[in-house]
């Protein structure tokens, strides 16, 4: 046996690191990786936080060379290479930046020839950052803290357990075992193959060899869970829900959906989960940053996403769970079995799931009803053109090295614009049935690989009807124009006689040098004398780069109006001329129905972007202001459907930030808003709960939480009589209603101590994760600053049981829920800037992100406050200073907003002969019936 020497070059300055030094050479192929791990008994007692390791790795070089690259972040380790023969010495030397160790061997390794490298070492658990291989805690029911150990790898953390060539490409098979105490359960990606007893009362397991997978996807649990086992997926594949004990009730939901909902992408597939892994655990983890992750066969979840109760957990949290399991079931296929070849590529992993969550599970028996391909509409499509709408939008497609760059492309344009793309190319360019076909030929031809989008096209082209594509353009240049740059288009819509012009432009928010960008548009188009309104979704002309207008010629000879991009199918937005505008509004009045929900929805979120890129010098400025908007909105009087109101509550949600719910014109527009509301509101009474009515259930939280908000007497009122039996006669409150009655309870309390105390110690009582999560949300609402500091101070305060995964959460309760909200947050970060600091490490985004939701002057002040506190940091003093220099902009900005709500209001009354806003019921059915009158 040789001697390997173990240098750690620790004195890296980051600036002599170049890009490509975080990515390894593709000289190294390893094929198997074998990985034994000890947890001792003490890390279950809290008494330790080390685990040791050894791992081999079979590989074969692709080139002659001397040089081993691989990642690792743990320590001691000692590396021992042979061949079939003979060790070869090797010499290493550690980045700890890039978190490579290139390993330098005496002889060159020769292509050919089979290698193993042995390496040992030990490591450190994580305790707070919830990656890599890390320590989770929960306490039990008799107050005892149980601790369990758990993994979370992608997308660079791997190396954490085991050092490895961390990259997703690098695919390998893997046999692990796992030495733990005798008593625990420990769950790996496949079947536990066999178990010996070791000394000092230790349970070695050791797993069946995976199939050929990245290191990504490998995960493994050792805890005191146990599982429920419902319907095999196929016979001899089984499916288990697993976690704490004392929330064995809440897996019924999650067993029941997991079969059919991996069934359903079989059949789209066509391929079967079990060909490549032997079982499905999905495990419930305690303490858990990610919302779910697809580890192959041991899927993992947030608590919220898996476990559902009954008689408490409400309808929306019902809907993220399916969508949740479904997402992560997705990737088995769509990231796990084909593999983006490097994060670049993130879209064409979690484009897919994010695109078949809904999908694939609108196709499954339980969700039927669901409506589950609008949702997809507004919640996906709808907040990708938001987020792809800045001059710094990220492309689909774009470079990343280093952690921060890959964790960076983890976010809304890889997961939504990446879905709305897929369901572009389905509903305008191939149709339902080619796509299914391009798909399954892509998944076959790179199964097991890792792919580029240029894999994806080529199996797509195949299968695309060359009448959908424009004239002598491919399936590829069409598609690189959507993944190569950022952004999207309005197409302005004008008629000039019979005729109809459309015209591309790129929709930016605010002003910008790359505007002139141009893209290939698929237009649909439904005019109002068409039979078969809406449903034809396949493309009907181009617009191109270079042809960026079309001439519909003579469209509108027999029709008053014309609406494009049906269901909104296509990614881009509308833009009507004034005229065309009226008319749809005209229909809006007249027969709403006339005009598909989606496009309804599009219509309304479309005019409040139009008119907040118009206000920011972005799109349009010279047209586009919020009085347009609100002449849209005026149609909703009699609008009851559920996606029209989600639309429109998105942009009240962003006007009323920037005027205030309090202010004047606040008060002005909640009043409009509510009149517009009175039907709605009808349709979901307190007392009608109808749990099994998915969409009606969802419809009514939103709607009465607004309601409510907007401050509707009756609403309050049932909102206050329905939290005070809870808290006199210990009433449940019905489970959709929970947001809505604990949120405005505390709002609009007569006594907050007493409440407030109330629905703390009901969540000291609890023990289930979406309680928890509603309880801390009704805290939030409440207007009393102490009492809001002091939950503050409760993120950071161990004794309070906050999770660490919570943080973001409750401090977003708090300060987008009020003036008062901010305010106690931006005093709170001045009076405890030392403690909060060192207990949570982005400060620094805490207070950018809040000053977002300033919008009067003497909230500038407490920015002026926490900038001159001594003990802050130079680094967020700045922040501060920028952030009260965009808060000052804002609320300049926001008086331009304040005075279209005020003439349009001013103009509203004035045609209702002064009809007075009220916030009583009678003075609304009043007004209702002048804005009808007015209207016509
Ligand atoms: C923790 O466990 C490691 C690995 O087994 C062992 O080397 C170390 O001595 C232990 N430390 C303590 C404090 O028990
Ligand atoms: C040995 O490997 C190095 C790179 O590590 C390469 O440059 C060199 O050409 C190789 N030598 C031989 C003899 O193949
Ligand atoms: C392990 O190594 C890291 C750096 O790679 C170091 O920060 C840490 O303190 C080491 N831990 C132990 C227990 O030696
Ligand atoms: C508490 O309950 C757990 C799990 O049932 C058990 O393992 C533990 O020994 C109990 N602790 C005490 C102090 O009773
Ligand atoms: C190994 O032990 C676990 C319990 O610790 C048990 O569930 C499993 O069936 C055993 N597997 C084999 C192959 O013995
Ligand atoms: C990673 O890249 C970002 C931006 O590209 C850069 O700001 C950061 O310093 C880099 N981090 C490291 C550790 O190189
Ligand atoms: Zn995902």
């Known amino acids: 046996m040789g001697v390997s020497r173990h240098l750690l070059l620790i004195l890296i300055s980051v600036s002599l690191v170049h890009s490509e030094d975080f990515r390894l050479p593709e000289t190294v192929s390893p094929s198997k990786y074998v990985v034994d791990l000890l947890i001792p008994h003490e890390v279950f007692t809290g008494d330790n936080t080390t685990f040791e390791g050894e791992v081999t790795m079979t590989f074969t070089v692709t080139e ?30 550690y980045n700890s930046v890039t978190e490579i160790d290139t390993l330098s061997t005496a002889t060159n390794l020769t292509t050919g020839v089979s290698y193993n490298l042995r390496t040992t070492y030990y490591a450190t658990f994580e305790s707070t950052a919830m990656k890599g291989f890390y320590i989770s805690t929960y306490k039990q029911e008799n107050g005892t803290i149980a601790y369990l150990v758990t993994t979370q790898f992608q997308p660079t953390s791997a190396r954490h357990a085991f050092p490895c060539l961390d990259e997703p490409q690098y695919k390998a098979t893997f046999v692990i075992s796992l030495t733990y105490p005798d008593g625990l359960t420990a769950l790996g990606n496949t079947n536990i193959k066999s178990n010996t007893t070791v000394d000092g009362g230790y349970i070695k397991s050791t797993y069946e060899e995976t199939t050929t997978m990245s290191t990504y996807l490998i995960a493994f649990i050792i805890s005191e869970f146990t599982c429920t086992e419902g319907d095999t997926i196929a016979s001899g594949v089984p499916h288990r829900v697993c976690s704490r004990d004392e929330e064995v009730n809440e897996r019924k939901f999650a067993v029941e959906i997991g079969p059919p909902l991996l069934r359903s992408l079989e059949s789209i597939t066509g391929i079967k989960f079990g060909e490549y892994m032997p079982k499905m655990d999905q495990v419930a983890i305690p303490d858990f940053s990610a919302g779910a992750m697809e580890n192959w066969g041991l899927v993992t979840y947030r608590e919220t996403g898996l476990l559902y109760n009954e008689e408490d957990t409400s309808s929306n949290y019902k809907k993220n769970l399916a969508l949740v399991v479904a997402h992560e079931f997705t990737h088995m296929w769509f990231g796990n079995l084909v593999t983006c070849k490097w994060w670049d590529y993130t879209f064409l992993n979690e484009g897919f799931a994010r695109f078949y969550q809904y999908f694939a599970a609108a196709t499954t028996q339980q969700f039927l009803d669901w409506q589950l391909e609008k949702h997809f509409v507004v919640e996906q499509v709808h907040t990708a053109l938001l987020a792809d709408s800045t001059a710094t939008a990220q492309e689909l497609t774009s470079k990343c090295a280093n952690s921060t760059e890959v964790s960076a ?38 199964q097991l690989t890792g792919t580029e989008p240029q894999d994806l096209w080529t199996s797509l082209a195949k299968f695309v ?86 001439l519909l010629e003579g469209a509108l000879s027999n029709s008053d109006w014309i609406i494009l991009n049906n269901r909104q199918s296509g990614y881009y937005r509308v833009d009507y001329d004034d005229t065309l505008r009226t008319n749809i509004i005209s229909q809006l009045h007249s027969n709403h129905l006339a005009i598909d929900v989606l496009n309804r929805a599009q219509i309304i979120s479309d005019s409040y972007n139009f008119a907040r890129a118009g206000r920011n010098g972005g799109y349009a400025p010279e047209k586009w202001n919020f009085q347009k908007v609100f002449h849209v909105l005026t149609y909703l009087h009699h609008e009851v459907d559920y996606f029209p109101w989600y639309a429109t509550i998105i942009g009240n949600n962003y006007l009323l930030t920037r005027i205030g719910y309090d202010s004047e014109e606040g008060k002005l527009f909640t009043s409009f808003m509510l009149t517009l509301m009175k039907e709605v509101y009808n349709t979901v009474p307190f007392e009608t709960l109808d749990p099994n009515n998915q969409v009606y259930s969802m419809k009514q939280a939103l709607i009465l939480s607004k309601v409510c908000q907007y401050g509707e007497e009756t609403c309050i009122s049932y909102a206050k009589n329905i939290f005070a039996e809870y808290r006199e ?72 049981g906050i999770r660490t995964q919570d943080f973001a959460n409750v401090w977003s309760y708090v300060y987008t829920s009020s003036k008062n909200g901010t305010n106690a947050a931006l005093e709170y970060i001045t009076e405890n800037y030392v403690e909060l600091n060192d207990a949570y490490d982005s400060v620094g985004s805490l207070i950018s992100t809040i000053a977002g939701y300033i919008y009067d002057e003497d909230q500038l002040e407490k920015l002026d406050v926490l900038a001159n506190n001594e003990k802050i940091s130079d680094a967020h003093k700045t922040i501060v200073n920028n952030a009260k220099k965009s808060a000052t902009e804002t609320i300049q900005w926001a008086k331009n907003l304040k005075e279209d709500v005020v003439t349009f209001l001013k103009e509203y009354e004035g045609e209702n002969g002064g009809a007075k806003m009220s916030k009583s019921s009678f003075a609304i059915v009043a007004v209702l019936l002048l804005l009808q009158k007015w209207l016509f």
């Open 64 to 93: 002659s060379t001397s040089q081993i690259k691989l990642h690792q972040r743990v320590n001691g380790t000692r590396y021992t290479l042979f061949n079939e023969d003979e060790e070869i010495s090797v010499t290493n030397e």
């Open 409 to 446: 492309k983890f976010g809304t344009i890889s997961y939504n614009k990446g879905a709305s793309i897929f369901r572009m190319i389905e509903t305008n360019i191939l149709g339902p049935i080619n796509f299914v076909y391009g798909i399954r030929d892509y998944l076959s031809l790179n």
């Open 465 to 550: 009807p060359a009448s959908n594509l424009p004239a002598s353009t491919t399936l590829e240049a069409v598609l690189e124009n959507w993944v190569e740059y950022n952004g999207h288009p309005v197409v302005k819509v004008s008629v000039n006689g019979n005729d109809v012009d459309l015209t591309q432009e790129r929709f930016l928010l605010s002003s910008a040098t790359n505007s002139e960008r141009a893209y290939y548009v698929p237009i649909t188009y439904t005019l109002s004398n068409d039979t078969s309104k809406f449903s034809n979704t396949t493309v009907k002309e181009w617009l191109t780069p270079k042809e960026k207008s079309v």
């Open 729 to 800: 006669n210990g009433t449940k409150v019905p489970k959709d209603l929970k947001t809505t009655v604990y949120c405005n309870a505390l709002r609009y309390s007569d006594d907050i101590n007493r409440d407030y105390e109330f629905l703390w110690e009901k969540y000291t009582e609890t023990d289930l994760s979406t309680e928890i999560i509603t309880i801390y949300q009704g805290l939030g609402c409440s207007q009393d600053i102490t009492l809001l500091k002091q939950l503050l101070g409760q993120t950071i305060d161990e004794t309070a």
